[in-house]
């Protein structure tokens, strides 16, 4: 039971412009929503959180938007840089749970010269 | 700061043989401490979380058990591998509610 879910395995962008990542999620106590890149051969490394109280969370380049009521999450990258080509895991939390993240299957980004 | 080591890095083990992988903390006390995998293609799947010492909660059935015999160390361990454990394990860490989880550096186990 896939509770968060990212519908774009794979994603590929052009240098400088903006790169835009999508996750849902179907339970609606989930009030903590992260943001992970992944290089391969190494561990998932934070980016950026968001709370549910909350609809937009911005560090530097990256931008979080939060959809309460579509169960929708994005994570904005502008503008994009090749470095940041990885794979990205959007994550869920159930904070009274003890924090338990429920993480989806990823995006692929490719950002292109 | 804060460190988590994780290891080995790399792991090809037969089928049948017994599985032991080992995650520790520093710079932290009584952090909660989770084991993921990552299966090929596919997203990070909770296998077990700890919230203190000998405190063990599975997510999932499965041919894999968890322990935490210190405040700061958390293993994963099978009596007898099956292929279907092979992929990338990740240990992780959070301080409590509302924090992020940090990750360690991943096993990748191949079962042969």
């Known amino acids: 039971d896939q509770q968060v879910k990212q519908n774009s395995p794979s994603l590929s962008v052009q240098e400088g412009r903006i790169s835009i990542l999508n996750c849902d999620y179907t339970?609606?106590?989930?009030?903590?929503f992260l943001w992970y890149k992944k290089y391969p051969a190494e561990g998932p490394t934070f980016l950026i959180s968001?709370?549910?109280?909350?609809d937009k969370n911005e560090d530097g380049r990256f931008t979080v938007f939060l959809n309460k009521s579509a169960k929708h999450l994005s994570l904005h990258i502008v503008p994009s840089q090749p470095g940041d080509s990885a794979v990205y895991f959007c994550?869920?939390?159930?904070?009274?749970?003890?924090?338990?993240?429920?993480f989806g299957s990823g995006t692929k980004l490719n950002v292109k010269p | 700061s804060q460190t988590i080591h994780q290891w080995p890095a790399t792991l090809v083990q037969p089928v049948g043989s017994p599985l032991s992988l080992e995650c520790t903390v520093e710079?932290?006390?009584?952090?909660?401490l989770y084991w993921y995998r990552q299966a090929a293609g596919r997203g990070l799947q909770l296998l077990f979380y700890s919230v203190g010492i000998g405190q063990i909660s599975s997510e999932v059935p499965q041919n894999l058990s968890a322990s935490r015999p210190q405040d700061r160390q958390f293993i994963l361990s099978s009596k007898k591998l099956l292929l279907s454990d092979s992929g990338f394990y990740l240990c992780?860490?959070?301080?409590?509610?509302?924090?992020?989880?940090?990750f360690g550096q991943g096993t990748r186990l191949t079962v042969v």
């Open positions: 968001i709370s549910s109280i909350k």
């Open positions: 339970n609606s106590m989930f009030d903590y």
């Open positions: 710079g932290t006390s009584n952090p909660n």
């Open positions: 994550a869920a939390s159930l904070r009274y749970n003890f924090n338990k993240f429920y």
């Open positions: 992780a860490w959070t301080l409590g509610r509302g924090t992020e989880a940090f």
